[in-house]
């Protein structure tokens, strides 16, 4: 069964200071792995894409790295501001016979930024 | 250009009700995927439409289902509604499924939010 595991669950970090947020997943047959940012209340919205051969990618102050032997990711976020807090979903793509995408999503960090 | 478009924002049913939540993806998009979102699953697949025909399908019951036009717009429905049906229910779209390229990103709606009561 594809699963993806984020951790930690929750997280609260000062302004200005830098977090990682961490994705494990046990997804075959690997396409790409995503990292969305959602806020409360509103659609997902991606910050970064990788494919298998990609090891690391940024956006900003995002930075997502992959380890396909390991299976982990992990999304780094440096000086962090208020408007960070939200939460941050990592996505596995699964390759499905005949075309097309089957995507297994983490439950999610919840970050929150306080001054 | 205009995001992908969901409606209705919110909306309330009874059980036993049937629901139909309406997407409009991206302008050019012809992949169009519906997801469910509640507090304690996270973010679960149901559907995956291109060209009008059904790609992929996630692990829910025969009441939930969908259908994509011509036009690349979408439509799902929930029928006999249960109480656990209450989510938030997201249409997201892409210019073709299955593509790995860095530049097919999937670009999802704000989302129908659905009370079940």
């Known amino acids: 069964k594809n699963q993806v595991e984020q951790s930690p669950q929750s997280l609260i970090i000062l302004e200005g200071k830098n977090c990682t947020l961490q994705?494990?997943?046990?997804?075959?047959?690997?396409?790409?792995l995503r990292w969305y940012k959602q806020d409360t209340g509103r659609g997902p919205v991606s910050l970064t894409i990788?494919?298998?051969?990609?090891n690391t990618k940024s956006n900003g102050r995002y930075t997502a790295t992959l380890d396909a032997d390991t299976k982990q990711s992990s999304l780094h976020i440096t000086a962090s501001q208020l408007s960070d807090s939200a939460s941050y979903i990592c996505v596995v793509s699964a390759g499905v016979t005949g075309g097309g995408n089957k995507l297994t999503f983490g439950t999610g960090t919840q970050l929150k930024v306080e001054l | 250009k205009a995001g992908v478009t969901q409606t209705p924002r919110y909306l309330i049913k009874t059980r036993g009700q049937q629901v139909t939540l309406s997407c409009s993806p991206i302008s050019g998009h012809r992949s169009v995927s519906w997801y469910q979102q509640t507090p304690g699953q996270g973010l679960q697949f149901l559907f995956e439409y291109f060209s009008e025909t059904q790609r992929n399908k996630g692990n829910f019951p025969g009441r939930f289902s969908g259908r994509q036009f011509s036009n690349s717009r979408s439509e799902m429905n929930v029928s006999t509604l249960e109480l656990g049906d209450s989510a938030l229910y997201l249409c997201a779209s892409s210019l073709v499924p299955g593509t790995e390229a860095s530049g097919n990103t999937i670009y999802f709606g704000e989302g129908s939010w659905l009370t079940v009561v």
């Open positions: 990788m494919t298998f051969s990609e």
């Open positions: 994705c494990n997943y046990t997804v075959s047959p690997f396409s790409n």
